[in-house]
């Protein structure tokens, strides 16, 4: 089970634009692809332009299968994958946001978000430290101008005693 490509175009009244697209062509050699990419970026536009709005469709294109859904908003999403890749899988990836679409992926998602939240409660409790590591400083500092206070007090007051 692979899946190759994920793309979202923009149908327009003649052509399909290509807003954005993934691909996984580590199956491929070096010297392939390219050649393969460009291949599935064809692919994609031709089945988004012949696919009427509003509809779903799975293509068979040599050993690849397309799965294509046209949004009434002529937003479509195109997933080419191969023939062992589950078809209502692809289609649940295309209905969805894609962070519904996978549990991993909504998992880590909420994992980054986490992270971010943590590293920020980590800055800002350095800033406090920072902070406290001041004040301790200030407190050390004026505990021993008391000391000395006390000290050069005691040495005035020593040669006046009351009888």
Do not use: W
């Not at 691909?23 to 990419?37: G, I, T, W």
């Amino acid at each position: 089970m692979k899946l190759y490509s994920l793309s979202v175009l923009y149908k327009g009244a003649t052509k399909a634009n290509l807003l954005k697209a993934a691909y996984d062509l580590s199956s491929f050699s070096f010297f392939q692809r390219s050649s393969v990419q460009e291949f599935m970026t064809f692919t994609s536009a031709l089945i988004a332009e012949r696919t009427s709005v509003g509809t779903r469709a799975s293509v068979k294109e040599q050993e690849y299968l397309c799965h294509v859904y046209v949004r009434n908003d002529n937003l479509s999403a195109v997933v080419i994958s191969d023939s062992e890749y589950p078809q209502r899988v692809c289609f649940t990836l295309l209905d969805k946001n894609p962070r519904e679409a996978d549990a991993m992926t909504k998992v880590q998602a909420e994992l980054d978000e986490t992270k971010i939240i943590l590293h920020n409660t980590m800055e800002s409790l350095l800033e406090r430290g920072e902070k406290l590591d001041d004040l301790v400083s200030k407190s050390e500092h004026l505990g021993n101008q008391s000391k000395a206070f006390y000290k050069t007090a005691r040495k005035q007051n020593s040669c006046c005693e009351i009888m």
